[in-house]
Structures are given as C-alpha cells and as structure tokens.
C-alpha cells in the first residue's frame, strides 16, 4: 500500500469495554511498531514486531493490553476491561526492517476515547 | 530513564521570520532523527543524522547533530504558514538488538502568524 493505514480512525467506548484496533503496514516492512501518544506529548513506544513475534514488549503498561500479529503483516493491538486513562491517540508504525537504519513510518493514529 | 529533552515548548512567530528548536541528552546520541506532526496528523519522518558534527539541509530546513552527538537543532529559515505543526526529535538508545526502539522529546510547536 501507499502508507500504514490504521482503522478505525476514532473510537468511542465505555470503561470496561474491549477494544481492539487494527495495523496495516507498509507492503513489505517486516517490522511492525505500537505507540500511544497523549495530548501535549511525544509517541511513547508500546510494542515491536519483527516478523509474527513481539521482539519487545517492554512498553506494554499492563496485562490488559496485547497485540497479536499472526501472519507478519497486519496487526492488532487489543485493549481489556478500558479505562479512562487508556484514552490517547494510538500509533502505528512500520519500517523495513527493525535496525538503526531504517526509518519509521507513523500511520495516522487511532483516537480511542474511554468514557 | 533514557530521554530527549526539547526546547522550546512552544515558539511563536510571524510569517517570514526564522525558527529554531533544540534537542539535548545527557548521554551521548547514536542517531537523532526528526519528525513534524501537522495539527491532527501525524508524525511525518524529516530526517535521520547519525555522524558527529552532521549537517543536512531540506529547502529552508537545516539540520544538525552536535559535535559531542548530545544535541540537535533544527533550524527553518523564512518560515511559512505550511511550517505549523509539532517538531518532535527521537533516539534510538541501546545497542545491539533493543536499537529499534524510538524515544520521543515532548516536541516543540511551532505557529506562524501570516
């Protein structure tokens, strides 16, 4: 494809809901990144994948969320039991490979709104 | 915690006039890169610097790292309306396998009065 496109573009949902929110990369990266950016800051990293596996998940706040990325393409990241302070803009991100070299590239976010 | 430090927080100017932002660690920077984050967008990748002392140019965008690689500014000269948005600065820390990772500084926006 022309970029890494995310759906959806916004998301509503009460506190306690499961969410989950989908990653497409650019055709060909073979590295997949999640980052959740809040009002007034910088992305902060979540996870990464290289290839089908988390190579780090390290960012991950907690056990509530987890992303999955079974064929080594597309990728959801999968919120439980939401909380208020889960609402911020989640970012995804892809390069060619998960090295020094590589530029990333951001899709253009999810808005997830916990209410 | 590893981390970039951006200043300013905010710049104002008017339309014409230059702008420059900062980036500073306290540990020494492998590779810096720079991105711009338009109003309601997203971030857009500007440039990546990696050598000691490097200077890059983009049209009116002039980009450097630091001789001691422990700081970056980016500097646009004659600024437009098209030039708002959020300038943010990133890392790579670590090495060897964990060097994919991006920290981000807070970003310092930029408004240009017409």
């Known amino acids: 494809g022309a970029g890494v496109s995310q759906t959806p573009s916004n998301k509503v949902t009460e506190k306690g809901k499961y969410v989950e929110l989908r990653c497409d990369p650019i055709?060909?990266?073979?590295?997949l990144y999640w980052y959740r950016q809040s009002l007034g800051q910088g992305p902060e990293f979540l996870i990464y994948f290289q290839g089908t596996g988390a190579a780090d998940d390290s960012g991950l706040p907690n056990d509530r969320f987890f992303a999955v990325r079974p064929e080594g393409s597309v990728s959801t990241l999968k919120i439980q039991r939401t909380e208020r302070g889960d609402s911020a803009v989640y970012l995804c991100?892809?390069?060619?490979?998960?090295?020094?070299?590589?530029?990333?590239?951001f899709g253009p976010g999810t808005r997830l709104t916990v209410l | 915690g590893q981390q970039v430090m951006q200043i300013p927080q905010y710049q104002h100017v008017q339309e014409g006039e230059d702008f420059t932002t900062y980036c500073n660690s306290s540990?020494?920077?492998?590779?810096i890169q720079w991105y711009k984050q338009r109003p309601g967008g997203h971030p857009v990748f500007l440039i990546q610097?990696?050598?000691?002392?490097e200077v890059k140019k983009q049209k009116r965008l002039t980009f450097q790292f630091g001789e001691a690689k422990k700081n970056s500014s980016l500097h646009i000269t004659a600024t437009q309306t098209t030039d708002v948005g959020t300038y943010f600065c990133s890392s790579r820390f670590g090495g060897g396998g964990s060097n994919y990772k991006l920290t981000f500084g807070k970003g310092t926006l930029l408004t240009v009065n017409p």
């Open positions: 055709s060909g990266h073979t590295a």
């Open positions: 610097l990696v050598k000691s002392g």
């Open positions: 991100a892809s390069s060619l490979f998960g090295t020094t070299a590589n530029t990333q590239y």
């Open positions: 540990t020494t920077l492998s590779n």
